[in-house]
């Protein structure tokens, strides 16, 4: 999906989504000699300033992926320790946003989690849902895999022929329907890989590795890697429109 980009006063391109694998929580608390779950607070910490700067910014779309369908295999403390925490956030943090004229949306699976923490979540969704503020989504107990076989269960289901299923149509049946793909995908603490993320909406995404601990990762950083993405040259596979590409040569 390709969407003309806003720019700021200056005249440069802002991403219109911009995704955030907040990696490096367990990394900082270790670093402190705290335990891990440490690093999982200071990091859901994190979120509001980051949220707050990218508003400025002027970017409609910001997702933070929380949570994989793979980090089930940690501890069960660290597990319980990062659904408590998301469970002590969403209440403390929801009606800051709402006031912020936040949409919050979820992407990933509900199904299985604790009743009280979908109804929270749900809750959230439904009260900021005509917002017209930041799009901030929470990628919890997402991972790209599942997701792409959960849309084509739905697809098979819908009956939708084989001639029928185009890239467009395809989108439809991701959590992200209504998303447009990020242009700039972040992820923190220096590891360079996708861990299973946004595998489809990724195609064309421009990605920056900062080797910054998540809870570490400031309002400058963020500039930072806007100003970087605003260098880069996206060309989806074509050539750039110049006059002499345009005559195909
Ligand atoms: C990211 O931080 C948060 C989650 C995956 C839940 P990590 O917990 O992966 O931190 P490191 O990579 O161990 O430092
Ligand atoms: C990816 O980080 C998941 C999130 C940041 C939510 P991980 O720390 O789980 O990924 P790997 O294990 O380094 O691939
Ligand atoms: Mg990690």
Redesign the pocket.
Known sequence: MMMTERQDTSGERIPRHVAII???????AQKRDLP?IR??EA?TENIRRITVRAGELGISYLTFW???TE?WSRPDDEVEG?LRILAETIPRERDELHQRGARIRHIGNLDGLDPHLVAQIQDTIDLTSENTGINLTLAFNYSGRAEILEATRRILKAGISPDELTPERYEEFLYTADMPDPDLIIRT?GEQRISNFFLWQSAFSEWAFPPI??PDFSEHDLEQAVTDYQQRERRYGGLLTTPTTQSGK
């Open positions: 907040m990696d490096g929580n367990g990394r900082w891990r690093g999982h990091g929380a949570f994989s980090n990062i603490s601990l998540w």
